[in-house]
């Protein structure tokens, strides 16, 4: 079957939000200070294109009022389940993903290497001098550090073009927008704990979030073709808020690998650098002789391709893993370092969808 490369973008009509594992809860357990993640996560995207494939089938047979019904058609165009730790996946007409990244204009915003740290410093006489500075690695007998880091700042996440002449700050992107709200307990009154403050983001002007897929142009069933479409719409809804977004789709003639920032290269240490947030089954660190990086939370939604399921059901939750956050530095030293970091990154279930990708940079 013929393959087409998309690349889909994503505006929010106004401001979004994207679960993580801090969520409301019930109890206990329940948390009154909920804050969206910046980026959703790959899983989501996934469902979230598996969800446009059926309503965009045009076909009662295949999808009809939030319900599958017909599982063979469905499994063809979007596979017999979602994302899964272990095993080979099959999305039916969703060959691969690439990470989400942040568009604005004709440009292109990818996650930045860990290696930068960006601060107004303070001197003497009270003035302010702005240090922008790439973190060189040195090594000293068996011990490593960062040239010029300056423990008091951190450093910053951030988004850059392909040249890296551009870095911006999550903040030169994202605005926080804080919403009040109450919970009615079921009586229909409120608790005294029942206020919360949810925590949405909406973009500056111009940006949005992005991705690319590659798509079957069409699947068989029983030796009947079923035509693939995913177009441009007015209004989709995404996240955990359901917020509505304008999706754009447009045909593209690259890989994902070709937009990926030409990254700093440092003096002394070759590396890798995530461009995606990524799993390993075992530590990573172990098989590298330094790394910058950081560690998140992943849950991911649980869906069979079923009749019997309907997409507007409370979803089950996967239990809960580690993922090496984007933007992560892994510094190596000789070949044998390196096969063994490219090998606990390669895996396929992972990376067909966007998660564990990287880029190998030499130094100079």
């Known amino acids: 079957m013929s393959t087409t490369k998309y690349l889909v973008k994503l505006f929010p009509h106004d401001k979004f939000f994207f679960g993580g594992e801090n969520t409301f809860g019930d109890g206990h357990q329940a948390n009154y200070l909920v804050k969206s993640n910046y980026f959703p996560q790959q899983t989501g995207v996934l469902g979230f294109v598996r969800h446009q494939l059926l309503l965009q089938s045009n076909n009662d047979e295949i999808f009809k009022d939030s319900k599958i019904q017909n599982a063979n058609k469905a499994k ?29 204009g004709e440009t292109f915003y990818l996650p930045g290497n860990k290696e930068y740290q960006i601060y107004t410093k303070i001197e003497k006489d009270c003035s302010e001098k702005k240090v922008d500075r790439f973190l060189e690695i040195e090594k000293n007998n068996d011990n490593f550090l960062l040239k010029g880091y300056n423990p008091k700042f951190p450093i910053p996440d951030l988004m850059m073009d392909k040249t ?8 030169e992107i994202f605005i926080e927008h804080k919403q009040v709200g109450i919970r009615k307990n079921y009586e229909g009154g409120t608790d005294n704990d029942a206020y919360y403050v949810q925590t949405f983001y909406k973009f500056h002007k111009g940006f949005g979030f992005a991705f690319i897929v590659e798509l079957e142009d069409s699947v068989s069933v029983n030796g009947t073709n079923i035509k693939v479409n995913f177009d441009s719409q007015d209004i989709v809804v995404f996240g955990g808020e359901q917020q509505a977004f304008k999706m ?17 290269p440092s003096k002394n240490m070759n590396k890798i650098v995530l461009v995606s947030d990524a799993y390993v089954n075992d530590d990573i660190t172990e098989k590298c002789a330094f790394a910058i990086t ?45 096969k063994e970091l490219l090998q606990a990154l390669n895996i396929d279930n992972f990376r067909n969808i966007g998660y564990n990708h990287y880029k190998v940079i030499t130094k100079n």
Do not use: M, W
Request: hydrophobic share 30%; glycine share 8%; net charge negative.
């Open 164 to 171: 890296c002449d551009q870095r911006l700050f999550y903040k």
């Open 76 to 104: 063809a165009l979007i596979g017999p389940r979602g994302f899964i730790i272990n095993g080979q996946s099959d999305y039916g007409a969703i060959k691969k993903l690439s990470p989400v990244f942040i568009v604005n």
């Open 248 to 264: 754009v789709v447009e045909e593209f003639g690259s890989d994902f690998d070709e937009i990926i920032p030409d990254y700093h």
């Open 294 to 338: 950081e560690v998140g939370d992943f849950r991911f939604i649980t869906f069979d391709t079923d009749p019997s399921i309907n997409y507007y059901q409370k979803p089950a939750k996967s239990s809960k893993y580690n993922l090496y956050k984007k933007g992560s530095v892994f510094y190596y030293e000789n070949d044998v370092q390196k």
